[in-house]
């Protein structure tokens, strides 16, 4: 992702997310489970998109609560499909309640997202996809390789000579072993 390091500093909506948040470990549901939402939107449009429609994401799937959002029914899937401050997209809205339910399920068979995440590491990507097709809705390969780099699972969010992959670095990241 050594393009990313040369893109996003100094960008008005990369510089923040590649510096603060771009492959650093994660443990908090909300904030997984917000990954896990914003890569699926990405899907077919630019990363840049989805940051500038965080905000609204964020608003409109109740700040990424995995409880809420599991609970949505036909009325939220309306309101959401609505919702201009969102990207609309009815694949990606059910898929992002399907997981929500998943995610919750992984609260008592592994203890939540990030103890099941740390149960199935170290595996390479591919083998993060075939799991990630098993369990979850939606997750294609360039969208389980983003969530899992993005939260430090595999290497590869920062070069080398890139400031922030030193702090990475110190922070020991699971992909590090």
């Not at 500038?52 to 409109?60: F, H, L, N, P, Y």
């Not at 309640?97 to 995610?103: F, P």
């Not at 390479?124 to 294609?140: C, M």
């Amino acid at each position: 992702m050594s393009g990313y390091c040369k893109i996003a500093p100094g960008h008005p909506v990369h510089e923040s997310y590649h510096a603060t948040e771009y492959g650093f470990p994660q443990r908090d549901e909300a904030v997984l489970f917000e990954r896990l939402v914003l890569e699926i939107m990405q899907a077919g449009l630019s990363w840049e998109i989805v940051l500038k429609r965080r905000v609204g994401m964020r608003a409109a799937f109740d700040g990424f609560v995995v409880d809420a959002v599991a609970a949505y029914g036909e009325a939220d899937v309306a309101r959401l499909l609505a919702d201009p401050a969102i990207i609309r997209n009815r694949l990606k809205v059910a898929a992002i309640i399907h997981n929500a339910q998943v995610v919750r399920g992984l609260r008592d068979s592994h203890g939540g997202f990030a103890a099941w995440l740390d149960a199935q590491h170290p595996r390479d990507k591919a083998a993060w996809v075939k799991l990630f097709g098993k369990t979850f809705k939606f997750t294609g390969g360039e969208i389980v390789g983003e969530f899992l780099m993005s939260l430090g699972y595999l290497p590869g969010a920062h070069a080398q000579d890139c400031p922030v992959h030193a702090e990475l670095l110190a922070l020991r990241p699971p992909w590090l072993g």
